[in-house]
């Protein structure tokens, strides 16, 4: 089911479009926004509020790699794997992340306080090597100090 | 406004890197360029012409010329309706970090830029399509839209002035395909991001199938500055026919990595000598990308072309999005173009063959190279792979902008990837 | 017509087409996948790429697609440049690389457009060595097989299932070479055409899970032509047999007919044939007889001289000619319930009077304005659902035609059209699976409907009758008027003839063109043979009259209440029934005659649309079926040729009939048709006149069509083909090379001939017969049957797969009464039936649906005054 605060939210912005099937994308994230994810559950609903049929729904959910169609720890590191980065250690980066929580792209912490995932260029690229962390950018990243950026997320 | 320094984009970023408030802009000028038009009684086709005037070209790339689409668009009483306007802020090219400063410095300067641009095509509804992990951008637009309807820029008649228009900011669920321009266009119609056939073209079949002209966010910004200082002035500001600034910016092992404003055409030299400090101690100029990871790669030997739409064409490449990525001589070009080509794999919507089988295809040869199971005839396997990516192989621009550093790595650094065969390892490993 | 130059000799091709359309329409060989005749082009799969040239001084030239280039007058392409050659090969390399290579255990392998392109390419030896990605498959249902890990990602199946067809449960998911096509979660396909997937898959990521359950070689399959059974409309298909069974039904393209596709239940209803249920020798008193036997004892039946027929809408012309002849016409009785009988009288009479016409579908997906007066075409006459899905698209084609946008830029039409809909008005008692592509629907009772189409017919006319003011009739006519080809679509579901001629009302006001759909394959026949009705046929056994019955391929359970047809037969002194299947009524038969099938006899059915379709026997049973006019017809019919001779000379309204199909004595190039492709495995006739080793293959003296590969290797008429092959050519995509013009009529005709065409001058006048508005009684219901295209029609509920998904018979009813799923007793005539009652809101008050044709529901004359209690 979906909250009444969840449904108030997607009907403000499909007030946006011309077409509520358009809303969809918006719908998906207002729920993962609450949920963390898209359960299967959730994208019924969605679909069912939407008028949209879940296969169409979920068409659109995968093909976009911001919606989660997995469950993901409390906090989302996304670690750019772009092309400046790659030049400026983020190598050595995800290697100290993967190693420091025990996780590789596309795992979660067994605590479930963090899921790992790359990601495109985050145009933090003259303070590369960057990542984000939820809706934090974390740039000029040194190996050494991952620890201690990543201590504030509990 | 009027421009001391010929820095219209950037000059009134606070220095501390907030944002531009609405009073402030409104001091430095900003604003003036709407009433210009809407109580100064322009038409919108004397704003499309001032803007082809002023020769303004795309700033996401393909370097378009922007009054030239704005006139694509259908007018009159049996032109379909309603019309949108869409500010690509979908700034997700690989190296390229020159939209998000302009978002999150000085967002008024879009929503003006942008009610110009809407009043030029008669558009009734605007987007700002954002890219979904620009979450600063987004909160700083989301206020500064808020304040613009406050202050009657936004809505129904502007200024008094008749003129309605909505703006509502959308932020993207991922995938670099959304900056191409029809895919964002499906993506804003809840669609999966697939490029579209053209023609029909965007200004006349656009945004749920209605006339849409579709605009970067450099290039929106700078509008407002055309209509305030005239076509003339900003022709001038640019060193070559090409007009205006430019946002330049400089990545990878460079004393000062940055974006700078600076006349368009100023040579690659100048900004990565002079404004990004040279090659940092102990390492060596190898080559770069000048405009994001889709142009192709350019040597020492060009180092004095100006970076504009017109000039580095002749020498191979492309002014892009203007943002440099530096290839240094303690980085594997091989290295480098896997990992370009594992982005653009990745980032394949999987419409045409080419692109969604080639690319991975490459990016696993690539691997196997970087991991020292290269074989011989790779080489040549990854030459045939660019030739299937040129313009018109493929259905839109993805692979043929990886095929550009690919072809160019394979051109200049060939030596490096023939040692990865011959000796079966990476040397910089 | 445009001039295109190809490798520099010029072509004349259809400047309103592509260049790929073209090229295989000059019987040029050029690859592709995405673009599909019915579906237009979108340039995903990149495969047909050509060279094409600015001017004949242009040497470089650039790589174009032809799918995406328009043929326009002058253009210059090469298709043998080495250069766009290589790229094609590279493309199939593509496409291949993560393709498992299974062909041996691969269902579509011999037949697979994904082999013969890649044949046809020159892609021969695989250079990707990595590994390749898998898919978990899901389970779609009874009727459809999914293997994902053979997907090319060509976008051909959510084109086809989504946008043509207008699915909802089928899609693209993931992008980058990982794009999976398949459901949100397993389950049962829901859109009624889904077995077109099996042919619009370009390899076999969609198969048919039914030929699955038997599977054969297309190359081990005896094909014939066919004309499906399991409704009106007379689809064409080809059958295909191995061993004695039937294998599976493919489309028989018919550019007036059903195009390149089928529905469901005429795709996969063809296991009725190889049903457990199936008669296969005359039986006699409970014990199998010889067919002599057999034979003998119908004689002496006959010559007492109280013999009776009784025939059959869904038994061939021929059939039900060599009864009639048998019994003499005076004693022969058409086999459909009086009511039945007297509307498809109703609608051949209209059609023949005109001035309006009876289109074919193809015509029908030309309308621009759709009236369904009466009609849940979807689960009636289903392919026909499909046309009119095509129909709401023809006005909005006009904006892209405004825009310029070439028609088959499919994509770039889509984009613009967006989802415009052109009129469509649906009144019927309960809602229909094309209501969501409706503009405005009408719930009312049959009376109400037809009510409602005599007010629109005033609409538009003031000098037809007025049934008084009807809110939804205006509009309705209004669009109508305004269109440039409106049709109007009606039919026997209702049992009203109201309702047939407010529809006729409607078509001759608006000067439209009129769909009628009559109950069964060979409604229209049999009506135009015409007979003494049913219940004379009771009368007369009643009024001892007549001892001997003779059933031709005809339950009539389903025709009459249980309790009548009981007196009936158990009246009858002498039962003889014929049929396929071991029916209730052939149980009561003293002698039951093994009556072939579609695929082992040949006939004639007239569908719908007034056309007369041949079929053919597929293969020759190793058992006693055989044709029912083979069983009834005198000695002298040695061949179908000389019964549909004998039909012409005392049934002259038929007389065109013969020309249906060319005769049994029609060669091709003076060789006979081969049934089986070339490659049957271990079965040639090539030394049977001087061997002996094999059996020389069954003669044929019924059509010009042998049992064996040998024959002619050249095309045969439309009304003739086994099966489509041609050289590089073994998918059934080799269709191409049989039309004049890809997606155009075929080369040699197009099956059928239609014997129903409006006079040349007349006219009727204005039906008046309006009903009176439909007053709910207290206590009771009006019942009207629920058509369900997995449950109403007989046949094909004897195929497993259809069975499995034919709903459970039920009683639907507006809210308010009963709940959901709560079983009740519903009592209509004499009869009461213990079922289930559905929900169905919008169902009018004091109306209330039955399942139509599911068993023990059968025999209830629909509409009908029932009561509905709640169980004890």
Known sequence: MLTREEISEIEVEAAHYPKREAVCIDALKIVQRRRGWVSDENLRDIAAHLGVSPTDLDSVATFYNLIFRRPVGRHVILVCDSVSCWIMGHERIRKQISQGLGIEFGETTPDNRFTLLPIVCLGCCDHAPAMMVDADLHGDLDPQEIDTRLEKYK | M???????????????????????????????????????????????????????????????????????????????????????????????????????????????????????????????????????????????????????????????????????????????????????????????????????????????????????????????????????????????????????????????????????????????????????????????????????????????????????????????????????????????????????????????????????????????????????????????????????????????????????????????????????????? | MATVYIDNKPFQMDPDQNLLHGCLSQGLKLPYFCWHPALGSVGACRQCAVKEFKDEHDEQGRIVMSCMTAAADGTRISIDDAEVAAFRAAIIEGLMLNHPHDCPVCDEGGECHLQDMTVMSGHDYRRYEFDKRTFRNQNLGPLVNHEMNRCIQCYRCVRYYRDYAGGRDLNAFASRDTVFFGRHEDGILENEFSGNLVEVCPTGVFTDKTLKRHYARKWDQQFAPSVCVHCALGCNTDAGERYGTLRRIVNRYNHQVNGYFLCDRGRFGYEFVNSRQRVLQPILDGQPVSAARARQHVSEKVAAGRAIGIGSPRASLE?????????????????????????????????????????????????????????????????????????????????????????????????????????????????????????????????????????????????????????????????????????????????????????????????????????????????????????????????????????????????????????????AAHVIALDHLDTPTARKADLILPAGTFAESDGTFVSSEGRAQRFFQVFVPQNEVSASWRWLGPDCWHGLDDVLVAMSRALPCLAAVKNAAPSAAFRVAGA????????????????????????????????????????????????????????????????????????????????????????????????????????????????????????????????????????????????????????????????????PVRIRPELPPGVAGLSAGLPPLTGVRLPEWGKIARSK
Not at chain 2, 80 to 105: C, I, Q, W
Not at chain 2, 125 to 152: D, K, M, N, P, Q
Not at chain 2, 348 to 361: A, I, N, V
Not at chain 3, 538 to 562: H, K, M, S
Request: proline share 8%; net charge negative; with cysteine.
């Open chain 2, 2 to 429: 009027t421009v001391t320094a010929e820095k219209p984009l950037t000059r009134d970023m606070c220095p501390d890197g907030s944002a531009l408030g609405l009073l402030a802009y409104e001091q430095a000028g900003g604003y003036q360029a709407i009433r210009r038009i809407l109580k100064g009684g322009m038409t919108p086709q004397a704003v499309t012409n001032e803007v082809k005037e002023a020769n303004l070209r795309g700033r996401g790339g393909a370097g378009f010329q922007t009054g030239l689409k704005w006139s694509f668009v259908p007018r009159g009483k049996d032109a379909p309706s309603p019309t949108y306007l869409v500010v690509n802020a979908d700034e997700m090219e690989p190296g390229t970090f020159k939209d998000r400063l302009l978002l999150e410095r000085n967002p008024h300067q879009l929503i003006e830029g942008a009610i110009v641009a809407g009043f030029a095509i008669e558009a009734d509804v605007a987007y700002v399509f954002l890219r979904g992990e620009y979450s600063l951008a987004a909160e700083r637009l989301s206020r500064a839209i808020a304040e613009a309807y406050e202050r009657h820029y936004l809505g129904k008649d502007i200024l008094g002035s008749g003129y309605a228009l909505e703006l509502h900011l959308h932020l993207s669920g991922g995938r670099y395909i959304c900056g191409d321009e029809t895919g964002l266009l499906n993506a804003l119609e809840g669609k999966r991001a697939n490029p579209r056939s053209k023609p029909p073209f965007p200004p006349v079949v656009g945004l749920f199938g209605k006339p849409t002209v579709v605009n970067n966010v450099e290039t929106i910004s700078c509008v407002p500055h055309i209509i305030n200082n005239g076509a003339a002035w900003f022709r001038g500001l640019g060193r070559t026919n090409d007009a205006g600034t430019k946002l330049y910016g400089a990545s990878g092992k460079v004393k000062r990595p940055g974006l700078w404003e600076l006349p368009m055409g100023s040579t690659i030299r100048e900004i990565l000598e002079e404004h990004a400090g040279g090659m940092r101690d102990g390492v060596k100029f190898r080559g770069l990308l000048p405009g994001g990871s889709s142009t192709p790669f350019i040597v020492e030997e060009h180092l004095d072309t100006p970076m504009d739409f017109t000039s580095m064409p002749k020498v191979g490449s492309r002014l892009g999005t203007g943002t440099m990525i530096v290839l240094d001589d303690q980085t594997c070009p091989v290295g480098m173009t896997w990992n370009m080509m594992r982005f653009f794999g990745r980032e394949s919507c999987g419409f045409c063959t080419p692109c969604w089988s080639g690319l991975g295809w490459a990016e696993r040869i690539l691997q196997s190279l970087e991991e020292g199971l290269g074989k011989p005839g790779d080489i040549e396997k990854l030459e045939f792979q660019t030739k299937m990516w040129g313009p018109g192989t493929t259905f839109c621009a993805l692979a043929p902008g990886a095929a550009d550093p690919l072809g160019t790595a394979l051109k200049y650094f060939r030596d490096d990837f023939e040692r990865h065969i011959s000796e079966h390892r990476c040397a910089w490993r």
């Open chain 3, 319 to 571: 059939a039900n000619f060599a009864l009639r002849t048998l019994v003499s016409p005076e004693h022969f009785h058409t086999g459909m319930p009086d009511a039945e009988a007297g509307l498809v009288e109703s609608m051949i009479a209209i059609l023949r009077r005109g001035p309006m016409r009876t289109p074919t579908l193809r015509e029908i997906e030309e309308c621009d304005a759709v009236f369904i007066l009466g009609e849940d075409i979807t689960n009636v006459a289903p392919r026909m659902a499909l046309s009119v899905r095509q129909a709401i698209r023809q006005q909005p084609m006009e904006i892209a035609k405004g825009l310029k946008i070439p028609l088959w830029l499919d994509h770039g039409v889509r984009d613009a059209l967006q989802d415009a809909r052109g009129p469509l008005f649906i009144a019927t008692p309960y809602a229909t699976r094309l209501d969501e592509a409706a503009t405005a629907m009408f719930r009312g009772a049959p009376d109400d409907l037809a009510r409602l189409g005599f007010a629109v017919a005033h609409a538009l006319d003031p000098r037809a009758p007025s049934p008084g003011e009807f809110p939804l009739a205006g509009e309705i006519a209004r669009a109508l008027k305004a269109a440039r080809k409106p049709l109007v679509i009606a039919g026997a579901s209702c049992a009203s003839n109201a309702v047939i001629e407010a529809a006729a009302n409607v078509a001759r006001a608006a000067q439209a063109k009129l769909a009628f759909i009559a109950p069964e394959c060979n409604s229209v026949g049999a009506a135009i043979m015409g007979g003494r009705p049913l219940s004379a046929a009771f009368q007369a056994v009643r009024e001892g009259r007549a001892d001997t019955v003779i059933i031709l391929e005809n339950d009539l359970y389903r025709r009459a209440p249980a309790a009548e047809v009981d007196a009936f037969l158990n009246t």
């Open chain 3, 672 to 835: 006979k048709i081969p049934r089986s492709p070339h490659r049957e495995s271990g079965r040639t006739a090539a030394l049977v006149n001087i061997d002996v080793s094999e059996p020389a293959p069954p003669s044929d003296p019924d059509s010009p069509l042998s049992f064996s590969m040998e024959g002619t290797p050249e095309q045969p008429p439309g009304a003739l083909i086994p099966f489509f092959w041609a050289p590089g050519w073994n998918s059934i995509q080799a269709v191409n090379t049989y039309q004049k013009e890809v997606g155009g009529p075929l080369r040699g005709g197009d099956a059928g001939i239609r014997i129903i065409e409006p006079a040349p001058a007349g006219g009727q006048a204005y039906f008046s017969a309006i009903p009176a508005a439909f007053e709910p009684r207290e206590g009771e219901w009006l019942l009207v049957p629920i058509h369900q295209i997995f449950g109403s029609d007989e046949l094909s509920l004897a195929a497993p797969g259809i069975a499995e998904l034919a709903a459970e018979p039920h009683v639907a009813v507006g809210s308010g009464a009963f709940a959901d799923g709560e079983k009740v007793e519903v009592t209509c005539a004499r009869d009461t039936f213990r079922i």
